[in-house]
């Protein structure tokens, strides 16, 4: 009866060490460095609804992986189609339920594509102080998502001047495309160097945990 005893006990210590090494594998890591995280939603006509929701999902897995804090990840969220829609700054504070929330209320504009504009106003207006841009300190990373097809409504020329003066400026740049059908030279010049690690293809909800994978593993080394 004691050798039984002490087979069960080792058992059920076997199972309890088996259970918890699956749950660690399956554990997401948050990234907790001070991060100023843009996250660019194009939501014009060629996008579609269905590549929208796609995004806004992508984007609300990818806020998950940040400590949303004053001192850790700040988030601002903008939204561009013919009009640029910004829905939070760097300074609004907002936590990650009212960031998702924001996110998953994004209408669907299907109108024209306003990069460049979109880019200057993120350059300019979000990643300043006055919109609580950490922009000075060499301690913070400034990071810029755009998700968008790379059809923009006034070429690749001009996106890439307007993506060069970000660069110039610290800012980090990622290039999510959405569609099939995407325009592979505007999203390499809406992305940093190596393009390889800042170009990434969304095109069903199955890549998005590897892309975020990366994107975090990026940003947060």
């Known amino acids: 009866m004691e050798k039984i005893k002490i087979l069960k006990m080792t058992f059920s210590i076997f199972i309890l060490l088996a259970v918890g090494i699956i749950f660690a594998e399956g554990k997401t890591e948050k990234c907790n460095k001070k991060i100023d995280l843009a996250l660019v939603l194009d939501t014009s006509a060629s996008i579609g609804e269905d590549n929208l929701n796609l995004a806004k999902d992508f984007a609300k897995a990818l806020s998950r992986r940040f400590t949303i804090s004053k001192d850790n990840a700040r988030v601002t969220i903008v939204a561009y189609s013919q009009y640029i829609n910004i829905l939070s700054r760097f300074n609004d504070d907002e936590d990650e339920v009212t960031l998702e929330n924001i996110l998953s209320n994004i209408s669907y504009e299907g109108s024209s594509t306003g990069t460049a504009k979109t880019m200057t106003v993120v350059n300019f207006e979000l990643f300043s102080t006055k919109s609580g841009s950490r922009i000075g300190r060499s301690d913070v990373r400034k990071v810029a998502v755009f998700v968008t097809d790379g059809y923009s409504n006034i070429g ?66």
Do not use: Q, Y
Not at 157 to 165: F, G, H, I, Q, S
Not at 178 to 199: A, G, I, Q
């Open 156 to 221: 690749v020329e001009v996106v890439k001047v307007k993506a060069d003066r970000m660069k110039k400026r610290g800012i980090e740049m990622f290039a999510i495309g959405v569609t099939k059908r995407m325009n592979e030279d505007e999203l390499s010049v809406l992305s940093s160097k190596p393009v390889k690690n800042h170009l990434f293809r969304l095109t069903d909800f199955k890549a998005v945990k590897e892309i975020i994978d990366h994107i975090v593993k990026e940003v947060c080394k």
